[in-house]
């Protein structure tokens, strides 16, 4: 995970600059960053975690125990990212990006 760079001339990563170009046989009518840095964080330590847990090493049992650890774990990743939303206004690390388009005639 690395922030933009190259920009605005970086037509090779689904970035909005490469989007923009990708789309300019329509008209966008709206665009919207999904996401920003402690949420993105946020889901990757969740994924990463969950991986980790299904690892054929660790014991089914153990994964068992673990689970209800492992929901408030979540749980906690996921209050900390929305607590920290309002710090990050104009994140470089979003999840994902939505244009809304209109094919131009």
Same mark, same amino acid.
């Given at each position: 995970?690395? +922030?933009?760079?190259?920009? +605005?001339?970086? !037509?090779?990563?689904?970035?909005?600059?490469?989007?923009?170009?990708?789309?300019?046989?329509?008209e966008?009518?709206? /665009?919207? /960053?999904?996401g920003? !840095?402690?949420?993105? /964080? #946020?889901?990757?330590?969740?994924?990463?975690?969950?991986?980790?847990l299904? #690892?054929?090493?660790?014991?089914? *049992?153990?994964?068992?125990?673990?689970? +209800?650890?492992?929901?408030?774990?979540?749980?906690?990743?996921?209050?900390?990212?929305?607590? *920290?939303?309002?710090?990050?206004?104009n #994140?470089?690390?979003?999840?994902?990006? *939505?244009?809304?388009?209109?094919?131009?005639?």
């Amino acid at each position: 995970l690395y +922030p933009f760079h190259g920009a +605005p001339e970086d !037509y090779y990563r689904f970035t909005t600059f490469a989007m923009r170009e990708h789309l300019k046989d329509y008209e966008i009518i709206n /665009q919207i /960053q999904l996401g920003n !840095y402690f949420e993105t /964080q #946020s889901v990757l330590k969740n994924i990463f975690l969950e991986e980790k847990l299904k #690892s054929r090493k660790i014991l089914r *049992l153990l994964r068992l125990l673990m689970f +209800p650890l492992l929901i408030a774990v979540f749980t906690l990743n996921n209050f900390i990212a929305l607590c *920290l939303k309002k710090v990050d206004k104009n #994140s470089i690390f979003p999840m994902g990006l *939505l244009f809304i388009c209109k094919k131009i005639n």
